[in-house]
């Protein structure tokens, strides 16, 4: 086996390892959007609920969780290892995400609600047109942080079986006990997909940038 | 025969143990110009945030022409349309340009067309003399364009009265005239309007009435010859003298 081919049987793991990260990375936006919209307008007893939420799921390191949606929920559902992987890794990227739109959320809420309100929009619009527009910028910046964590992360779904770049350099690495080479490899593919990812992210910030003097 | 526009009567507002204000009340005539002064901590801004329902008080009541604002089952955001409120910090929604801040309450609560509230969003800001800044953003625009922004943007809501909460007091002093001279053409054009500010040349020469309140209560109200010459109270003439040589003293500072 030639040095081409030893990289790209690594490389075609990359399929999987996006994959896992586009499916737990907006579904732990869309969860943690609505759960940060609920614990920061939704009254006390919804914040406490919240506020459970995210204690529980952040104080689980996420094999654990891998291995109780796999091992232990998947039967009786019949969960493929990919969907059981990439749902584990979104909900607990979700409590992570509530927080990062629950602190942006706080910071433009207050005085640009009663803004809002004082012109006539109800509770829901001055969310909608006013706070929310105003959130996602400032998420931007501590959301490319989860993004790569996410990114990073979805490595653990190679204990499930999952082909993803780890898992193919592991399977590699024994066959031609290259294993320097082999994980050298994924190492590289890894920090490629996080390195364009915070670029691109970083480029979403400036372009979305709300325009003012120095 | 002069139509009251905003009434209220006996208003009172506590917050626990802590009273804001208690059984006021006041009278504002269409087309009138009313101005409360004041030291700091009277309630006067809480007395406009009651007005516009940001705040519920805890007894009385207040109506805008005929209806009762503060009974129960009131729709506060129908209420709102048509008060307009002019903030101390602006409060501008920073993420969009003057026109797209005056445009927003057109287009999302009165439901107008983009066009339409283009038109009329256009129109408030040349009044206000910011028609060639329609599409800056705030963080692009001076403390005093900000402001009259502001203005435009509540202005565009065509409300009964126009509420201003210290509209000047987070400015630069060079840019407090741009502001007033809005105001003071508002006020020529009929506008009904409640200020609270510690301008005192503005309220001398545009206020039909003005309200001296200190702690939660109105001390004494009248025309400005009877509160600047004639006050029946020492206390204010004490407050105004002292605010009338503060302000002199800081003008000439700036001179």
Redesign the interface.
């Known amino acids: 086996m030639d040095f081409g081919q030893f990289i790209s049987y690594i490389a075609s793991g990359t399929i999987y390892t996006v994959g896992v990260t586009l499916i737990a990375l907006p579904s732990g936006l869309l969860i943690g959007t609505m759960l940060a919209l609920l614990y920061v307008y939704g009254g006390k007893t919804a914040a406490r609920v919240m506020n459970l939420y995210s204690t529980i799921f952040r104080g689980i390191p996420p094999i654990v969780l891998l291995f109780i949606l796999f091992f232990a929920v998947s039967k009786g559902i019949n969960l493929s290892a990919f969907w059981a992987g990439s749902l584990s890794l979104g909900m607990v990227s979700s409590a992570y995400q509530m927080e990062i739109v629950r602190g942006a959320l706080l910071s433009v809420s207050g005085?640009?609600l009663?803004?809002?309100?004082?012109?006539?929009?109800?509770r829901l619009?001055a969310i909608r047109?006013?706070v929310l527009?105003?959130a996602v910028?400032l998420a931007i910046p501590p959301w490319s942080n989860e993004a790569a964590i996410v990114i990073k992360d979805s490595s653990l779904v190679y204990a499930l079986g999952v082909p993803e770049i780890l898992r193919k350099a592991q399977l590699i690495g024994a066959s031609s006990q290259r294993y320097l080479l082999a994980y050298l490899s994924a190492a590289v593919i890894y920090f490629l997909l996080v390195f364009a990812t915070t670029k691109l992210l970083n480029m979403l910030e400036k372009k979305l940038a709300?325009?003012?003097?120095p | 025969m002069p139509k009251p526009i905003l009434t209220i009567k006996n208003l009172t507002k506590t917050y626990g143990e802590n009273v804001i204000f208690q059984h006021l009340d006041l009278t504002v005539n269409e087309g009138d110009t009313i101005v409360i002064i004041g030291p700091s901590g009277t309630g006067k801004s809480t007395l406009l945030r009651c007005v516009?329902l940001?705040t519920r008080p805890n007894d009385g009541q207040i109506w805008l022409d005929d209806m009762e604002i503060t009974a129960k089952g009131t729709d506060?955001?129908?209420v709102?349309?048509h008060i307009g409120?002019v903030?101390q910090?602006f409060?501008?929604?920073?993420?969009l340009t003057a026109l797209g801040n005056v445009k927003?309450?057109l287009t999302?609560?009165k439901k107008m067309s983009d066009e339409a509230a283009t038109k009329k969003a256009m129109h408030e800001l040349a009044r206000v003399g910011l028609a060639d800044r329609a599409n800056h953003?705030?963080?692009?625009l001076s403390g005093g364009q900000q402001q009259r922004v502001g203005i435009a943007?509540?202005l565009a809501?065509d409300p009964r009265i126009m509420l201003f909460d210290e509209p000047t007091s987070a400015l630069d002093p060079e840019l407090i005239g741009e502001v007033l001279e809005v105001m003071r053409q508002l006020s020529l054009d009929g506008m009904t309007m409640l200020v609270v500010t510690h301008e005192m040349g503005f309220a001398r020469e545009v206020a039909d009435r003005i309200v001296f309140m200190e702690k939660g209560y109105i001390v004494e109200e009248g025309s400005p010859d009877e509160m600047f010459n004639h006050p029946k109270f020492p206390r204010t003439r004490e407050f105004l003298w002292k605010i009338t040589e503060l302000y002199g003293k800081k003008e000439k500072d700036a001179e």
């Open positions: 005085d640009q009663m803004g809002a309100r004082a012109v006539g929009l109800g619009q047109y006013v527009p105003q910028r709300i325009p003012s003097n | 516009n940001l506060e955001d129908q709102r349309q409120m903030f910090n409060l501008l929604f920073n993420h927003l309450g999302r609560v953003y705030p963080g692009q943007r509540a809501m």
